[in-house]
């Protein structure tokens, strides 16, 4: 099992890379289709706090999986997301579609 996807009680993680491009979103994409066909999978979570870059593939990735939840009434989240990546999720039109949790600024 991956130490980047694994599955807690009905809620799979996704431990994002610094860079979500073509290859990393290709790899990620069929280990978590390949987990979410084997378990029972009603909430994903991306978690975005390592990575500062992402292009048009890793929002393929998690629309991909937001289709997938949708077809069984789950749902899809992303937790720790910088400001960075937050534009781009706002410019591609996911915040619209699933929770986004920015990463908490400590004082």
Do not use: C
Not at 22 to 47: C, S, T
Not at 48 to 71: A, C, N, P, W
Not at 86 to 93: D, E, K, P, Q, T
């Amino acid at each position: 099992m991956s130490k980047e996807i694994f599955v807690k009680d009905a809620v799979m993680t996704i431990r994002l890379p610094e860079e979500v491009d073509h290859f990393e979103a290709d790899r990620l994409r069929e280990e978590a289709g390949e987990m979410l066909e084997e378990r029972n999978v009603k909430e994903v979570v991306f978690d975005f706090r390592k990575t500062g870059f992402m292009d048009s593939s890793g929002i393929g990735l998690v629309m991909g999986r937001y289709r997938e939840m949708q077809l069984v009434g789950g749902k899809v989240r992303a937790v720790h997301v910088g400001e960075r990546v937050r534009r781009i999720l706002v410019m591609s039109g996911v915040t619209r579609v699933i929770e986004v949790e920015e990463e908490k600024k400590w004082k």
